[in-house]
Nanobody, 123 residues
């Protein structure tokens, strides 16, 4: 699938943003979907993943309780609701997808990657 992310922007600490990612293709409902991020000068890191039917989600420890991932298979869209944002959440956020959750969790280069959307959180 091809992925198109949107919704990034600038926000003050404590604020909220919602990212969206629209997928092309008919196989979206069979894909695990997720988000990675890359902060300036740092390596890309896993943020969250949601199962194909939306029943199960995993989060990186630093975002658990603040971020919520969801999906609408009828709209081929996955969302990332980000609350209580912190300056350390500043990064480019990438939407990802793959039928294999283990490949998605490790950020395999051969999974589907969106183009990234920038989130900037100021203190």
């Amino acid at each position: 699938v091809q992925l198109q992310a949107s919704g990034g922007g600038s926000v003050q600490a404590g604020g909220s943003l919602t990212l969206s990612c629209v997928a092309s293709g008919r196989t979206f409902s069979s894909y695990y979907m997720g988000w990675f991020r890359q902060a300036p000068g740092k390596e890309r890191e896993f943020v969250t993943m949601i199962s194909s039917n939306g029943a199960v989600a995993f989060y990186q420890d630093s975002v658990r309780g603040r971020f919520t991932v969801s999906r609408d298979n009828a709209k081929n869209t996955v969302y990332l609701q980000m609350n209580s944002l912190k300056p350390e959440d500043t990064a480019i956020y990438f939407c990802v997808g793959d039928p294999d959750y283990s490949r998605l969790l490790r950020g395999d280069p051969n999974i589907s990657w969106g183009q990234g959307t920038l989130v900037t959180v100021s203190s």
